[in-house]
């Protein structure tokens, strides 16, 4: 069993910031790929940072230079330091975490969701 719980959503007025968590425990061999997405009210899930375990992070093109994904392996755990908001990043954050729980193989599995809303 693996539980992803996050934290950090809440309301804030525009140009402000929010630091979203994401911590995985239970039954984890290893993590690979964090990420997270978002949806807005009537519009499909998101993309808006990723981040592997090597490489490059990448980001949506509308919260380039405004978002920062980072990662603790120790803790399991992925943040995403969001600065600089607008009313449009109005959503509910979703965490994405790559876990092989020792089956030799990476699953996807999703937090619970935070809600981010930002007043203009």
């Known amino acids: 069993q693996v539980q992803l719980v996050e934290s950090g959503g809440g309301l804030v007025q525009a140009g402000g910031s929010l630091r979203l968590s994401c911590a995985a425990s239970?039954?984890?061999?290893?993590?690979?790929?964090m990420a997270w997405y978002r949806q807005a009210p009537g519009k499909q899930r998101e993309l808006v940072a990723a981040?592997?375990?090597?490489?490059?992070?990448n980001y949506a093109d509308s919260v380039k230079g405004r978002f920062t994904i980072s990662r603790d392996n120790a803790k399991n755990t992925v943040y995403l330091q969001m600065n600089s908001l607008k009313p449009e990043d109005t959503a509910v954050y979703y965490c994405?975490?790559?876990?092989?729980?020792?089956?030799?193989?990476?699953?996807?599995?999703w937090g619970q969701g935070t809600q981010v809303t930002v007043s203009s």
């Open positions: 994405n975490v790559a876990i092989d729980t020792g089956d030799d193989r990476y699953a996807n599995y």
């Open positions: 239970g039954s984890i061999f290893s993590i690979n790929g």
């Open positions: 981040m592997p375990r090597y490489g490059n992070t």
